[in-house]
């Protein structure tokens, strides 16, 4: 068979010749055969394909692809394994019950019940993506103190959620610092129980949610806002557009990919709100949610199998309603140039 080897011309220049066995004895001895190119001073071999240059990426991706398994999705597989069990966390045996969890969480509406009290951070929610919107819009024009604006509306983000707690138990505790404002205010009449009434507590702990997450979807909404090429901004002011005009039809279509963003972390987020209820009332005087009493459920009364099958719900109930409002509101790509 003919092999193709480097070899110079009448010219002097190198190039590939094909030669068969027969007359490979006969020519002058060359570059031994295999993968050749040609370059400005002669023939080079080429290096063999090096399969560090496939291996790499992916030991690159061993170590977060294992942590990624070893703390969620094995949890996770071992969540779907609990719900079909009566386990109640201690016995090392534990009894295969089917489906029998899901079925009592169905026919006990006490259970379900509780999520009337995600509503309340739902409303929450749409009120905070509705105020970080205008205080990124409005920061994000020649404002003054503008930076001293956003490190204010950005600072309780980056507090702790246990210390936040902390801070407004004493200011909605009786005589605390609400009540004292109010009084300096006249208003002294509006004070009340905000933590002890059940028609009360719902608004005070989604309002301490409102704080403490406003700044997150401020930075989210700002950053999308600074994306827009300012050579849109100037030519709608030299249009004549006011600030009204370039929020509805600059701002607001090219920031719809990251509203649409905020509203499925806000509803999953009003869905599983644990920690500030928790810390600040743990549940008491009708301010339990879905997640605490899962958590009672599991470490209070035991019952591992059961509270398991109450996070798988909670789980499709937010895959669920994700799925709904992106295909109610699917993304769409905006184009503004």
Do not use: C
Not at 99 to 105: A, F, L, M, P
Not at 147 to 160: D, E, R, S, V
């Amino acid at each position: 068979m003919a092999d193709a080897v480097p070899a110079r011309d009448l010219t002097g220049r190198w190039a590939y010749q094909m030669v068969t066995p027969t007359n490979t004895a006969s020519r002058v001895p060359g570059p031994p055969a295999g993968r050749w190119r040609l370059g400005p001073t002669g023939p080079r071999r080429q290096p063999p394909r090096r399969r560090k240059r496939v291996v790499t990426p992916y030991l690159f991706l061993l170590l977060p692809v294992a942590l990624l398994a070893t703390f969620t999705y094995i949890p996770v597989a071992n969540m779907f394994w609990y719900s079909a069990t009566s386990w109640n966390g201690l016995s090392p045996t534990k009894e295969f019950v089917g489906v029998g969890n899901y079925v009592e969480i169905l026919t006990r509406p006490e259970l379900f019940g509780v999520l009337r009290v995600s509503l309340y951070y739902i409303g929450a929610s749409v009120l905070q993506i509705a105020l970080a919107l205008y205080f990124a819009t409005v920061l994000s024009f020649n404002v003054r103190f503008r930076n001293l604006f956003k490190g204010i509306i950005f600072f309780p983000y980056l507090i702790n959620g246990v210390a936040i707690a902390m801070v407004f138990l004493y200011f909605f505790q009786p005589g605390g610092t609400l009540d004292s404002a109010l009084r300096l205010l006249g208003l002294g009449g509006l004070s009340q129980q905000w933590l002890g009434d059940p028609e009360v507590i719902n608004y005070s702990l989604a309002g301490t949610s409102v704080w403490r997450y406003l700044g997150l979807n401020f930075v989210l909404f700002l950053g999308a806002i600074q994306s827009i090429p300012a050579q849109l901004h100037e030519a709608a002011e030299i249009d004549g557009a006011n600030r009204w005009h370039q929020f509805r039809y600059l701002i607001l279509p090219g920031i719809r990919p990251i509203i649409g963003l905020s509203f499925i972390l806000a509803i999953s987020g009003s869905l599983a709100v644990f920690e500030i209820p928790w810390i600040m009332t743990g549940g008491a005087n009708g301010s339990e949610t879905f997640v605490i009493q899962t958590v009672n459920m599991a470490f209070r009364y035991h019952k591992v199998g059961l509270a398991s099958a109450m996070a798988v719900i909670l789980l499709l109930i937010v895959l669920l309603v994700t799925w709904v409002q992106r295909r109610v509101v699917p993304d769409e790509r905006v184009n503004l140039s």
